[in-house]
């Protein structure tokens, strides 16, 4: 079973940037699709992005041009690089993860980490 932690959150400017990592453990990390939520409060967590083990990446329509997932199979880690942050990107920042891409899409997971808080404003 893989477990992980986000890190990477903070407070930023609209228009600024922030890197979120999230780091693994487990040996077949490689393996995993892997894929990065928020929560905004008040909101239902949706999928900010998401990418499979091969590389295949899908994201959210509120994001895409702005945010980029990738991993690194080699540290057991996924990050999200945001770029033109909003407002309204603020939320908590989940990573999760499962063997099939299409359940990291959909999201569906009983268990949750802490995540990471990004707020933007100025």
């Known amino acids: 079973q893989v477990q992980f932690v986000e890190s990477g959150g903070g407070l930023v400017q609209p228009g600024g940037s922030l890197r979120l990592s999230c780091v693994a453990s487990g040996s077949i990390f490689s393996s995993y699709a892997m894929g990065w939520y928020r929560q905004a409060p008040g909101k239902q967590r949706e999928l900010v992005a998401a990418i499979s083990s091969i590389g295949f990446t899908t994201y959210g329509d509120s994001v895409k041009g702005r945010f980029t997932i990738f991993r690194d199979n080699t540290k057991k880690s996924v990050y999200l690089q945001m770029n033109s942050l909003k407002p309204e990107d603020t939320a908590v920042y989940f990573c999760?993860?499962?063997?099939?891409?299409?359940?990291?899409?959909?999201?569906?997971?009983?268990?949750w980490g802490q995540g990471t808080q990004v707020t933007v404003s100025s």
């Open positions: 999760n993860t499962a063997l099939n891409f299409r359940t990291v899409v959909a999201g569906d997971f009983s268990s």
